[in-house]
């Protein structure tokens, strides 16, 4: 069984930054890429940023230069630092972790984020 523990997520004003993270626990033997989503509401789920488990990293044109990502293998975690976060930003964000050699991917519960004055 596979547990992430998410945490960091609340409510920022515009311009603010927020960091989030994510723990993997239980099974941990074969964690690949690890990123995260987000959903705002009346929207689908999108891609914001994915690292790989060698440090190659993906962001969504709309983040980048302004979100990082960031992973520690050691301590099966994953980051996601946000700066300058707009009020269009508000989601739950979800993390999510595949692993190999399954492919099979799993979610967080998800944590709230709320960009507003």
């Known amino acids: 069984q596979v547990q992430l523990a998410e945490s960091g997520g609340g409510l920022v004003q515009p311009g603010g930054s927020l960091r989030l993270s994510c723990t993997a626990s239980?099974?941990?033997?074969?964690?690949?890429?690890m990123g995260w989503y987000r959903q705002a509401p009346g929207k689908q789920r999108e891609l914001v940023a994915r690292i790989s488990r060698d440090g190659r990293t993906y962001y969504a044109d709309s983040v980048k230069g302004r979100y990082t990502i960031s992973r520690d293998n050691a301590k099966n975690t994953v980051s996601l630092q946000m700066n300058s976060l707009k009020p269009d930003e508000t989601a739950v964000y979800y993390c999510?972790?595949?692993?190999?050699?399954?492919?099979?991917?799993?979610w967080g519960q998800g944590t709230q984020v709320t960009v507003s004055s």
């Open positions: 999510n972790v595949d692993y190999l050699p399954s492919h099979v991917n799993y």
């Open positions: 239980g099974v941990i033997f074969g964690i690949n890429g």
